[in-house]
């Protein structure tokens, strides 16, 4: 069953912004940290950003840092992934993910191990 409902992809210019938002479908997303992968075409889906469960304690993937900004706002039940500056080599499949704490895994949260529930996916794409 999905647990999320990832919203705020579509096409953008080179140079665009995004805000992509990832909403709890039957459950309380309040009491875990939150990680957005992304899954490019022939690529491993990899983490872009994590975020424990009150946004005290975010991080982003080196890739992306400086562009990309993860928050939560929890009486709405939502993670935001705000995206500037896109590259069209950006284009992926969008997801955001639960970690079962209340933080993300200190090493590891940029890897799929460990995260249990997942969304179907926004689809984010770079127009020329």
């Known amino acids: 069953q999905l647990k999320f409902v990832e919203s705020g992809g579509g096409l953008v210019q080179p140079g665009g912004s995004l805000r992509l938002s990832c909403a709890a479908s039957?459950?309380?997303?309040?009491?875990?940290?939150i990680t957005w992968f992304r899954q490019a075409p022939g690529k491993e889906r990899e983490g872009v950003a994590c975020i424990n469960w009150n946004g005290g304690l975010t991080n982003v993937a080196n890739s992306v840092k400086g562009r990309f900004t993860i928050s939560r706002d929890n009486s709405k039940h939502t993670v935001y992934l705000h995206m500037n500056n896109l590259k069209p080599e950006e284009t992926a499949v969008y997801y955001c993910?639960?970690?079962?704490?209340?933080?993300?895994?200190?090493?590891?949260?940029?890897?799929?191990?460990?995260?249990?529930?997942w969304g179907q996916g926004t689809q984010v794409t770079g127009s020329s």
């Open positions: 039957g459950f309380t997303l309040n009491y875990y940290a």
């Open positions: 993910a639960s970690y079962p704490s209340a933080d993300p895994p200190g090493t590891e949260w940029s890897t799929r191990a460990g995260y249990e529930c």
